[in-house]
């Protein structure tokens, strides 16, 4: 079965194959680094995470969070 590539997935490998060869593992950090910057933590991790900061007092009140929003 043939497995269909975007558009921007044929751009990377071009732009991968133009890179020279000693700068390929600092590529591949690279991307890697963003994938796991960008992707969603799962909701697990997520609110143990914020159990962390709540145990810890590491809280702001909702006013304050607020206060830049504006609402119409």
Known sequence: MATK???YERE??????????EYLPHLL??????RESVALKPAVT???????????HETYPISDLWKDIETK
Do not use: M
Not at 29 to 34: D, H
Not at 46 to 56: D, F, N, Y
């Open 5 to 7: 590539t975007s558009a």
């Open 46 to 56: 997520s609110v143990r995470q914020g159990w962390k900061e709540v145990l810890a």
């Open 29 to 34: 950090q690279i991307v890697r680094l963003f």
């Open 12 to 21: 990377l490998v071009r732009e991968i194959r133009k890179t020279p060869e």
